[in-house]
């Protein structure tokens, strides 16, 4: 006989289904604000407080059965049986039923309060999410039902006992969050509703004092996109027909409405798309380079699209994340960027502030994943991203076109320079054959038998100085393709190093702004943890070791942040290598500490050793060279980590001996060490990071010795002396007394 059972769930369930449907406290608020839209409200205030969060907005409210059947049933289907507000029809923004989770997330404890309209009596529903711990029945789990007097028609939900705390930056990143959820331009007029809808308006306040910062969508209207360089669009109707365009474009004629298809390249009339219906691109086009903008606006352009550039999607008038976020490349925009290269048309996420609107009120084509944080990559997803890509890069290769830049490696100089240098060959063949035929008919006028090929100086042609015209060419077309491929190595080189130059030059930037902040919450974190464990000797050695660190790297930003700045790169003048030595020392004196290196520097009082004019970070460069190869050279030996410095004034010129106790330099090597691409190390692997992928190159010293030689000075390895290995001398051209 068979006995009839039911299904039990475990309280427990609320909490992972919290935990793992809401990943982000950003997420979670942006899910309950996204109820509020969906209860046509026009006006939500947001309100953080110390230990709570508040959200309140002017919608339709909860009756006691939508509250029941709706908000108090997991995975009810209310949202799929009317997928439209009552009020203004608007698209709901959520169908998966996880506003509940979200205030678990964020909260113990929640307090929800709801008015239907502005007389009747309200409701309070309090929830003790505590209270669900595993090993209790769902169902024995009891929440609370009481009544509140009337007041204006909307909803209140209070969520107590927060679990996080929200800094300055969390509530910062989470307003802006909040309002990316209203497109920042219209697109296309897909959405056809029936009733006029006021408007959806977020207020974020904090301790009862409204959050100030600057309104993104006003900035990029105003400020931003009326800058652009043209604007970019894409269009799929209801049958699936694509089609794109090019308009305010500044470099030359607009482009109208054409049809496409990404997997079509060449067809002139391209079929329609599968399963893609109802999307539209519109984005703005920006070539970041100073004298293509105003230069009142070229800084704030660029650093706006540095922070906010990229392309947003946008389902049923929402925005869907992480698409357009800083590091999302979902377009893949930055990768084709470095393969194009830089000598092609700027295609980064950077150069482009764009929406696509998605209208699928059915959620047929697009579904978000249940952590409301991305779209399953269906067809219609992958249709998508083809289409969109494909429409950018052909858009701005038509720009590049009208700017008269290189469409593809290889443009037009390149093939000037080719058929000239082919012309000349050609010239070289001609006065060869001329001089063979001139040599025949001498040799037959005169009646001799002698050789066509004999040097006969007398019968052919020559120049001025009497070599072969033909030999002359010919030996000129060598030497041009000889230069032409050294020219290119060294431009391949220049903007390899000219990128590191300049990351490096940002990431000093960017540590140096934000030092003092950070050494200053250091410290109250140090004080704080050393008063809570006062008597752990262990904790209190691994404290000082993280001081003696953060000294170590402040001192190090410091230091580099002086070589980034525009007067030490900039601005031609003579160095003080006194001073120069002097400020290296500072720099890197903890580093070495750290290695157990004992740095000596030796300069002569009361001489600041100036140089001719020159760079000032150039002497810094060579200086942090030398170091970097002795600390290598050091850690590969045993016993004392000697580097001594030494300057000093000789014949006219400031010399510089830098000193190691390393491993030295073999003697075949000598010679070598400053020729470009030398090195002695291993590569590092395919899977290595850039920073190692970059060190060992043999590009340093080449670099010093570029440095040295534009100066008008000269670099060697010579004897060490007494206790040391190696030595490089550098002698540079003293300032000259007037």
Known sequence: MSEELRFTTDAGLIDRLGRELVG?????????????????????TVTLERRALVIEDDGTGM?????????????????????????????RAGRKGIGRFSTQRLGQVLRLRTWTDDTSPGMELVVDWQKFESGRDLSEVPVYLGAEPSRRRGTEIRIEELRDDWSDAQIRRCWRGLLALQQPFPVATIERRPNADPGFKVSFLRNGDLFADPTLVADFQSEILSHHHALIEFRVDEGGTAEWRISQNRFGPDRGWAKIHHSHRDAINPPKYSVLRDVAMKSHYFILRSELLPSFVYTRVRDTLRAEGGIRLYRNGFRVVPYGEPEDDWLRLDQIYSQRGSVLAPIANR???????????EGKQFEEHTSREGLIEKEAFLELTGLATAVIVTAVNRIAQDRGRKQSAGGSNQRKANDNLEKLRNAARAARDAEVDHARKSAENNGTE??????????????SNGESSAALIEESIELIEIQRA???????????????????????????????????????????ALEARANDNAFATQADRAKSMLSRL????????????ARSVRQLAPVSVSKALSEFKAGVLKLAEKAEIQLTIDVPPYDALYTRPMHAAEIASILLNFFSNSLKALRRVEGERLIHVEAKSEEGNV?????????????????QVFDLFFTTRIAAPAGASNTEQFSGTGLGLWIVQQIISKAGGDIEVVDPPENYSTCIEVRVPAEEEE
């Open 554 to 565: 402040d001192a190090l930003t410091a230091y580099l942040n002086e070589l980034a700045s």
């Open 450 to 463: 002698q050789s066509v090929g004999d040097d006969d100086h007398t019968a052919k042609p020559r120049s």
């Open 24 to 44: 982000r406290q950003e997420t979670a608020l942006i899910e309950l604000v996204k109820n509020c839209y969906d209860a046509d409200a026009q006006n939500v």
């Open 486 to 528: 050294e020219l290119a190595d060294e431009a391949t080189l220049l903007r390899l190093l000219a990128t590191l130059g300049l990351t490096t030059s940002e990431f000093s930037h960017e540590t140096g702004m934000t030092f003092e902040a950070v050494r200053m919450d250091f410290q109250a974190v140090f004080d704080i």
């Open 351 to 361: 150069n482009f502030f764009g929406v696509i609107e998605i209208y699928d009120p």
């Open 63 to 91: 009756s006691r059965e939508e509250l029941i059947t709706g908000f108090l049933r997991l995975a009810s289907t209310l949202k799929v049986s009317e997928p439209r507000s009552r009020m203004f029809g608007r698209q």
């Open 655 to 671: 010399v510089i001996r830098f000193s190691d106790s390393g491993d030295g330099i073999p003697s075949d090597y000598k010679e």
